[in-house]
């Protein structure tokens, strides 16, 4: 008698999805090492993997196209971000469905509700309240967990360096919100700088650019979005071809392809401009 073999048990994870300044200021790693020591002592096999939001990589369907070649079979995420993003519930579920469909991926994706639907937020700050302010301060709690008086600080605005606008000629925006950077914009950023940098032109002088990321700059269905000022020139659907020719053609020859350009923003007409009469 032929044995029907047993189906293959399913392979979990969780991804922490939370915003890369989060991540800088309360260490997402952390978090997820401490989620993976709690499975572990519970005896229960589960991947933690930790994806942003905006600002910088790793972008969430990097890492679910990861955790699928490793023949994960479910992914719950996780909005780890305090306070959650009201808008994720508005385009995640469908960005994820998309993402789901033209990878063809057979893992289970599923979207939790935000972390801080968990969170007794009230009682924390009353807590943090009580330990730190008198006449209720509590000499019992940790140094640092107690509220200093801001005036024992040496005041102070900045750096001095800070104050100085360095020589520029243009600035280039590129757009890492978090719609722009589920759609890829992280690494195409990456490509930005990089290509720039073999350019010393771009690096110093008056045709200097200064290329900063930001957060959203719309249109997010043509995204990721880049924009050239003052030139007040967009571009959408980059690609790294795309980028290779806004740094040889618009940064460096002043010459844009025009059939790359998004959109452009019409001079603003002065009032010593306009015609008399």
């Known amino acids: 008698m032929t044995e029907t073999p047993a189906n293959p048990p399913s392979r ?37 993997a930790t994806a942003h939001a905006d600002l910088s990589g790793p972008a969430l369907p990097g890492v679910l196209a ?55 937020l009230p009682a924390a700050l009353d807590r943090i309240a009580l330990n730190c302010i008198a006449p209720n301060c509590n000499a019992e709690a940790p140094a640092d967990a107690l509220a200093q008086d801001v005036r024992e600080t040496e005041p102070s605005l900045g ?15 590129v757009c890492v919100g978090a719609r722009c950077l589920h759609r890829g914009a992280e690494p195409l950023y990456q490509h930005l700088r990089a290509a720039m940098k073999g350019h010393r032109a771009l ?49 460096l020859s002043d010459t844009p392809e025009t059939a790359d350009i998004l959109h452009r923003n019409r001079p603003v007409e002065r009032a010593e401009d306009a015609p008399m009469g």
């Open 203 to 251: 690096n110093a002088g008056p045709r200097r650019a200064m290329c900063a990321r930001t957060s959203c700059l719309y249109p997010c269905n043509r995204g990721p979005l880049l924009v050239v000022q003052p030139d007040a020139v967009w571009y959408g659907d980059l690609t790294p071809a795309k980028i290779d020719r806004i740094v040889t053609g618009h940064l």
């Open 66 to 120: 990861d955790l699928a070649r490793d023949g994960v079979t479910e992914a719950l995420v996780i909005p780890a971000m305090v306070p959650s993003d009201p808008s994720l519930s508005a385009w995640l579920p469908g960005a994820l469905s998309h993402w789901a469909t033209t990878t063809g991926t057979a893992m289970a994706v599923r979207l939790a509700p935000p972390v801080e639907s968990a969170l007794d």
């Open 12 to 48: 979990r994870a969780i991804v922490l999805y939370g915003r890369a300044s989060f991540d800088h200021g309360q260490n997402l790693k952390a978090l997820a090492s401490a989620l993976a020591a709690g499975h572990a002592a519970r005896d229960e096999a589960v991947t933690v």
């Open 159 to 173: 750096k001095p360096g800070w104050s100085a606008i360095p020589e520029h000629g243009r600035q280039v925006f």
